[in-house]
């Protein structure tokens, strides 16, 4: 396994370039750009087809700036400074943990002070240059492709709050052992909590930028099956926990020209250290399981992305609004049905006497 982008160098190049990027967190990142790059090529399409509509924004030009402008730019910039620059400064630190120097009260503050001022001045500076003797009212066309940006921010942001909400719900015991580790942690995710949250703030953000709920649902449909595939891709590659249930038994016939570790792996130098001392190893992630499982994440991934084809293949087809997206809820309910049979998963027991 390779919890961290290092670990994956180290292994296929032999490359030593300690970088604070977990696997995990640079999967995730990456699958919601490719989620925000389908969006946008469908809200493309869709808008050419009138389905979504372009609107008129009003907005100042020539104005100096403000002091609100100054400020919010100031403090971006502290905030960054502030953070960053300590981890420059404290850059083994920030390797071994990423997560809780980030979100530690820990920082620099001369570093914050310096980046917020250059912030605040190249605001200044920008607004100067198109500073108007007397500023107007202008009429801009914003296009809804052009608001992917803002639709992937919030659906990022709402998705993983809400997959970590879900996430502690079913896992009470986690977050009162541990509470901010278990609130800051990367792993522990719970796909439908961030799907719930997120869908709900970017249906929201979309009605009120024109965008009618289904048809959005829509243009998003094939993106979330394609994310969600290669999010799983980086639980596979960090072990992150979401693995199946033990499979001691022998690997199929019909499977044997593939690996042993598509049937059944023991996830070594997983991210979260679970299992057994690896003997002779040293360093954080030096666990394995004792007994191999299904590797589950590895079977989602391929699964998801095979769907996302035929979803993008089915969307100039289907000719009802809504068509779409209701075919990827019942994909992806087929599909983690089936997975269920094999996955590890939680056992309530309240209701039980």
């Known amino acids: 396994m390779y919890p961290t982008i290092s670990d994956l160098l180290h292994d296929l190049f032999g490359l030593n370039l300690p970088l604070p990027i977990q696997s995990f967190g640079f999967m995730l990142a990456l699958s919601f750009l490719l989620a925000a790059y389908t969006v946008k090529l469908e809200l493309i399409r869709k808008e050419k087809l009138g389905l979504v509509k372009s609107h008129v924004k009003e907005t100042m030009k020539g104005a100096a700036a403000t002091f609100s402008d100054l400020a919010s730019s100031f403090l971006i910039g502290f905030l960054l400074g502030y953070k960053f620059v300590y981890a420059a400064i404290n850059y083994s630190l920030f390797v071994e943990d990423t997560q809780g120097v980030l979100l530690s009260l820990s920082g620099n503050p001369l570093g914050g002070l310096l980046v917020g001022s250059l912030m605040a001045y190249m605001q200044y500076r920008e607004k100067e240059k198109e ?206 049905f089936l997975i269920e049979k094999i996955r590890v998963n939680n056992k309530f027991d309240f209701l039980e006497e």
């Open 131 to 336: 500073r108007l003797p007397q500023p107007k009212m202008i009429q801009e066309t914003v296009h809804p492709f052009q608001l992917v940006s803002n639709i992937t921010i919030i659906a990022a942001i709402s998705g993983i709050i809400g997959a970590k909400i879900f996430h502690n719900l079913e896992n009470l015991h986690e977050f009162r052992e541990n509470p901010l580790e278990a609130l800051i942690s990367f792993s522990g995710l719970t796909m439908y909590g961030g799907l719930i949250a997120g869908t709900i703030a970017v249906m929201r953000y979309g009605s009120k930028n024109g965008m009618p709920p289904l048809v959005l649902a829509d243009a998003t449909a094939p993106g979330l099956m394609l994310s969600y595939g290669t999010g799983r891709l980086g639980c596979q590659i960090s072990g992150d926990g979401d693995w199946g249930v033990v499979n001691l038994s022998p690997k199929p016939d019909w499977l044997s020209w593939l690996p042993d570790w598509f049937w059944a792996y023991d996830y070594p130098h997983n991210v979260i250290s679970a299992g057994v001392p690896i003997p002779g190893c040293e360093g954080k992630h030096c666990m394995v399981l004792p007994e191999a499982v299904f590797p589950t994440p590895l079977y989602e991934a391929l699964a998801c992305i095979f769907l996302f084809f035929i979803l993008w293949s089915f969307r100039k087809k289907l000719v009802h609004t809504g068509q779409l997206f209701f075919l990827y809820l019942i994909f992806n309910g087929i599909e983690r």
